[in-house]
């Protein structure tokens, strides 16, 4: 697959966003009985970076109710891309969610794409945790995982974004993910033994969930009908910008632990909460 930027972004399509707006909302409102709040955190115009850890498995359900808040509120002509794990672009096992991921607005997690989509004027959703949060245990559900990725840092520094956390509790509870297999599987996937599972993924979870019951794999789930409560919280600023700041590396260190533990700290309030 080509990796033309401008290509990419041309695949967002807003007509199949308005199609899966009333699917969304039987989910967001009878599925999921999604509470959320501080959405007036993010201004009604403008660009920002919306940084989250998400929760899930493969069916991702606070991000797919984050998407919809956003567009329910803001409509599907506000632009906003979301940064994707190389996983989804390279030898997907399911062409089809390829597909419908570019049209609702996924572009591949790299700079080049990062930037053209920010000359495009359009906002940005990244979860620097990528599969490593995605699947992480049960046990460290109340913790926030950012898998020590820093990119999203240099470019809010480089392009002077205000970050926006997103952060969620009830999504973990959908799926029950045991443990991670992936230091024991991959002499398989050298023997060609693993490939209905995409490639790049750095975990291979063991869950519990539907409709498999006790699974093995990266694979698609149907989420348990747990309530989620979203928050977007307080946007986050630094006291220095610019490509020196984003090429500093200390700097860019202390930056990531200040988003890290304001994240943290958010969702330990949130999880207080009845």
């Known amino acids: 697959m080509t990796l033309d930027s401008n290509w990419f972004l041309q695949q967002r399509d807003p007509s199949v966003i308005k199609s899966f707006m009333p699917v969304w909302e039987w989910l967001y409102r009878y599925y999921f009985r999604v509470k959320t709040d501080g959405w007036h955190h993010i201004p009604s115009q403008g660009q920002v970076l919306l940084v989250g850890s998400h929760n899930g498995g493969l069916a991702i359900p606070d991000m797919s109710m984050m998407m919809y808040d956003w567009f329910r509120r803001f409509g599907t002509d506000r632009l906003i891309y979301g940064l994707s794990h190389r996983s989804v672009w390279t030898n997907h096992p399911y062409p089809f969610f390829t597909k419908l991921a570019m049209q609702v607005g996924a572009i591949p997690a ?3 794409m990062a930037f053209a ?16 949060d995605l699947f992480r245990p049960y046990t460290q559900r109340h913790q926030i995982h950012l898998a ?11 392009q002077e974004l205000p970050i926006i956390p ?18 024991w599987i991959e002499p398989f996937r050298t023997w060609g033994l693993l490939g209905m599972f995409p490639e790049g993924l750095e975990v291979f979870p063991v869950y519990f969930g539907l409709p498999w019951g006790l699974a093995i794999g990266p694979l698609p789930n149907i989420p348990f009908p747990v309530q989620i409560h979203t928050r977007v919280c307080s946007p986050i600023t630094f006291s220095r910008y610019g490509k020196e700041a984003a090429q500093d590396r200390a700097y860019v260190e202390s930056c990531y632990w200040q988003v890290v533990n304001t994240m943290q700290a958010e969702l330990d309030q949130l999880l207080a909460e009845p």
Do not use: C, M, N, W
């Open 166 to 183: 997103l952060i969620s509790k009830g999504a973990h509870d959908t799926l029950i993910i045991l443990g991670d297999l992936s230091e």
């Open 117 to 132: 989509a920010l000359k495009k004027g359009s906002s940005l959703l990244v979860y620097p945790g990528g599969a490593k």
């Open 110 to 112: 790299t700079p080049r």
């Open 148 to 158: 020590g990725q820093k990119g999203f840092i240099k470019l809010a520094l480089q």
